[in-house]
């Protein structure tokens, strides 16, 4: 699922400079035993105050967009990673852990991943994300700004960059609602209440939203 415009011109030209005043390390630093064979980009240590003020802005563009909140329906977050892959760099083929850290260092459930494209796409070539779900595979490499959400346990990967560099925000968030299915069905819901006017279908998609909450949501 993709959200554009998730972040404004002027926000990405901000991050832009911001990152390129911080400090990047060996990306593998921060991957699993399995993960680390396959990956080859630089990250920003997460522990530069500048780095942590970033990552509160990406997250309160994401927090401040009611289609994420309503697809992803966030109970706590991981703390943000930002990527940087340069010629020859790329991701293999992995799946991300089952649990994170949220910046306080208390560990989470990593339900929905996410990834906020700080490039412009025309800037580099290769670099696509591409995701391995139950109907096949799909690949994306949208413009800066936008961000794109899946299940974590998804098999994924970063396509080898050919030219140009590739920057990106990464990071995961636990769910109140644990199942991908669970929370399809009620953005589906949702959307489908905005698109029905005042009266009593709405309040029976409101009365049928709230009760699969109720059903389905955990602290």
Request: aromatic share 8%; net charge neutral; glycine share 10%.
């Amino acid at each position: 699922m993709i959200f554009e415009g998730v972040l404004t011109p002027d926000e990405l030209a901000h991050i832009s400079a911001s990152l390129a005043r911080v400090s990047f390390r060996d990306g593998r630093a921060t991957a699993g035993s399995s993960a680390r064979k396959v990956k080859l980009n630089e990250q920003a240590r997460g522990d530069d105050p500048l780095v942590l003020e970033l990552a509160r802005g990406i997250r309160g563009a994401l927090e401040g967009r009611s289609e994420f909140q309503t697809a992803v329906r966030p109970v706590r977050w991981s703390g943000l990673i930002f990527s940087r892959y340069s010629e020859g760099h790329r991701y293999g083929l992995h799946t991300d852990d089952a649990a994170a850290y949220d910046e306080h260092g208390f560990p989470l459930r990593t339900d929905v991943s996410f990834t906020v494209f700080l490039s412009d796409p025309s800037t580099y070539e290769g670099g696509e994300l591409r995701i391995m779900g139950p109907l096949g595979d799909s690949s994306f490499k949208p413009p800066a700004g936008a961000a794109v959400i899946y299940p974590t346990g998804f098999l994924h990967e970063v396509t080898a960059i050919t030219r140009g560099t590739r920057s990106a925000c990464v990071g995961w968030a636990q769910s109140a609602i644990r199942s991908a299915d669970q929370r399809e069905l009620l953005f589906d819901l949702a959307c489908a209440r905005r698109e029905t006017p005042d009266g009593h279908g709405r309040l029976l998609l409101d009365k049928g939203i709230s009760n699969l909450i109720r059903m389905w949501a955990e602290p």
